[in-house]
């Protein structure tokens, strides 16, 4: 079998690696000059399996108004003459029901511990160097209000396996003496001792290497593909902008946003959106003492805190609406004032600025499977702010469809609608 994976980000190249170590012919096709340099390339750095619940959720709405149109609220709305933006947004209000959030949570847990195996085990096999550590994740509370919430939803993930605990002030600073800094204003936290951090981008460029070495695989960098070619209801062929067809028996489209545009090449509309983003690498040189150890996510303003080898890395909020990979000065001067109001000694200023859109679904979940516009085209695609924790896992749900095992997960919930 000779299956041919469109993109060289953290799932494209989880998907070849897992094709490759099962035996199949590969050809990894990214358009880029490397791998993982978009969303791919200084995202958050959690690896965040229990913390999986949706941005869709009925809380969220009450927020709407003041979030969407105010420059400082975690998450920002431009408004666009464009069908797609409406649809997908009146999409996810509908996603934001209680049913439907406990649905997506239970399926995304499955898919998160998934991954936690894999990742586990692929780095047993074959080790990669990505500042990899289970150091735990703490979810800060402003309000004792949703400290009182997430002890539901602690409740509720317990039945799927995670293992958390909820912590007063005393003692989320005794467990993380930098929260210190947050004094009074921190009502409690969310504890997950077994959550792990670790470099995207490293991870991703391991992996693309191990597959260039791979005697099954083959590489192709600076390949734009222009669009899939389909006879019947088989794609025959991927065409790149050279004229060149890459010919395969399957077919995998996990090319991030430029997926939407290739999947229309064959008339499927992906109910995608770009979910902007931002980060800041600090150097833990210039944070000595001030940087948490552990994990951070401070759940009002959305921003999470992540030590990664030698550096903090530290990232936030969601622009919709803003198509470009340009750091909006606005946005990132508001990032670093909340961040030097939360941990005042952090260096703010000799922090390594970066901004990428998260290929996101309403509901929150990923879509893996089987593609409506042929039978030999597969996606994976959608993993939102998740694709670095669930990555792993995505690929070996897809790779045991395309090739008729025995599903380790139930790959309906991620099914294409």
Request: contains cysteine; hydrophobic residues 40%.
């Amino acid at each position: 079998m000779h299956v041919c994976i469109i993109g060289a980000g953290i799932i494209g190249t989880s998907t070849a690696w897992q094709f490759a170590r099962q035996g199949a012919r590969v050809t990894l096709i990214e358009a880029s000059s490397g791998a993982g340099l978009a969303t791919s390339y200084a995202n958050g750095g959690q690896l965040s399996y229990s913390y999986v619940a949706p941005l869709a959720e009925p809380g969220v709405l009450p927020y709407l108004p003041k979030w969407l149109f105010n420059g400082e609220s975690p998450l920002r709305f431009r408004p666009r003459l464009d069908p797609h933006q409406w649809r997908w947004c009146l999409a996810f209000m509908l996603a934001c029901r209680s049913s439907q959030v406990k649905d997506t949570t239970a399926a995304m847990l499955t898919l998160s511990y998934l991954s936690r195996d894999t990742l586990h085990q692929w780095m047993n096999e074959t080790p990669i160097s990505f500042h990899h550590k289970t150091n735990g994740k703490l979810i800060a509370y402003r309000s004792p209000a949703l400290v009182k919430k997430a002890r539901k939803l602690v409740a509720y993930q317990a039945g799927y396996g995670a293992q958390q605990s909820v912590l007063n002030r005393q003692e989320c600073i005794a467990l993380e003496p930098a929260l210190g800094e947050l004094g009074e204003a921190l009502a409690g936290a969310v504890y997950t001792p077994g959550e792990e951090v670790g470099d995207c981008h490293l991870l991703t460029t391991g992996l693309f290497n191990a597959i260039s070495r791979h005697s099954a695989a083959v590489v192709r960098t600076g390949a734009h593909v222009r669009k899939l070619i389909r006879s019947g209801n088989r794609i025959v062929a991927a065409e790149l902008d050279s004229g060149e067809h890459i010919t395969a028996d399957h077919f995998v489209v996990a090319a991030g946003m430029a997926s939407r545009r290739l999947l229309q090449t064959v008339n499927e509309e992906a109910m995608l959106y770009g979910l902007k983003g931002y980060s800041l690498s600090i150097p833990m040189s210039d944070a000595p003492g001030a940087a948490p150890a552990i994990s951070v996510t401070d759940y009002e303003r959305r921003i999470v805190y992540a030590p990664i080898g030698p550096v903090m890395r530290i990232a936030a909020m969601v622009d919709m609406g803003d198509r470009s990979a340009d750091i909006n000065p606005q946005r990132i001067a508001l990032l670093k004032r909340q961040v030097n109001n939360t941990f005042p000694s952090l260096d703010t200023a000799s922090a390594t600025e970066w901004a990428g859109e998260r290929p996101a679904t309403p509901t929150g979940k990923p879509i893996i499977g089987r593609s409506h516009a042929a039978e030999n085209l597969w996606l994976n695609i959608g993993h939102g702010a998740l694709g670095f924790t669930v990555a792993c896992g995505s690929a070996v749900l897809l790779q045991a469809l395309v090739s008729g095992q025995p599903v380790p997960i139930n790959a309906r919930p991620f099914a294409s609608r």
